[in-house]
């Protein structure tokens, strides 16, 4: 069975998703998003990470908080699978801490809402 998290950019129009399938994602796999997020980044991202809450700790989230901060232009980040928890926020604060335009929303709609986007 493969566990590793699968990464999926698609162009929505007026706005770019990149789902981050359920799953870890493997250590090389944040150069890889790093790669795709960068290269969607003209238009404004959602960022959907299906990952379960046994599938991310605070590493993983340092992690992510740490690719979006290389990404100009802001990103949406929707946690689905599971209600938002303090290990998910942390991905936004070290984001911002690192200068990105990142909010985590409950959904998909409320993300699209706040980049006003349809």
């Not at 960068?38 to 960022?47: G, Q, T, Y």
Request: glycine fraction near 8%; aromatic fraction near 6%; include cysteine.
């Amino acid at each position: 069975m493969n566990d590793r998290a699968s990464i999926q950019v698609l162009n929505r129009g007026s706005f770019t998703q990149v789902l981050i399938g359920p799953g870890k994602l493997a250590e090389s796999a944040y150069a890889d998003l790093v790669a795709h997020l960068r290269a969607a980044a003209a238009k404004p991202l959602v960022v959907v990470w299906e990952a379960s809450c046994e599938d991310v700790d605070f590493l993983q989230t340092f992690k992510m908080g740490s690719a979006l901060a290389g990404v100009t232009g802001p990103i949406a980040i929707v946690f689905g699978r599971r209600d938002i928890k303090e290990a998910d926020r942390f991905t936004e604060l070290v984001a911002r801490n690192r200068g990105a335009q990142v909010r985590t929303c409950e959904d998909v709609p409320s993300a699209r809402a706040w980049l006003g986007v349809d």
